[in-house]
């Protein structure tokens, strides 16, 4: 599986994004898609996710603001982003899961995109 993110850029605060990732290759052995980010000086953190078995997940700090979203085949993910704010900048990673591994033990990654939010 490949996957390859597009849509990052610089914006204002309150403003939005669609982040989007595309998958090729095996696609229908994906069972959970998620993305990730990582702000400098940070730890990469799951911010959200979709699973075929869970739902979807998003952590508190983008809960009510993002929302991730996937195409019925599978071969896009997309993250909408909305009222953006300046600890939202770091760079997003796109992940997909595949074969019998515990919740959001991601095995397939990109090469991610920079998404800056000025103040």
């Known amino acids: 599986v490949q996957l390859v993110e597009s849509g990052g850029d610089l914006v204002q605060t309150g403003g939005s994004l669609r982040l989007s990732c595309a998958a090729s290759g095996s696609i229908f052995s994906i069972n959970a898609m998620g993305w990730h980010r990582q702000a400098p000086g940070k730890e990469r953190e799951l911010i959200a996710a979709?699973?075929?078995?869970?739902?979807?997940y998003y952590a508190d700090s983008v809960k009510g603001r993002f929302t991730i979203s996937r195409d019925n085949g599978k071969s896009t993910l997309y993250l909408q982003m909305n009222s953006l704010k300046p600890e939202d900048t770091a760079m997003y990673y796109c992940?997909?899961?595949?074969?019998?591994?515990?919740?959001?033990?991601?095995?397939?990654w990109g090469q991610g995109t920079q998404v800056a939010v000025s103040s």
């Open positions: 979709i699973s075929d078995g869970i739902g979807t």
């Open positions: 992940a997909a899961q595949s074969g019998d591994r515990k919740p959001y033990e991601f095995n397939y």
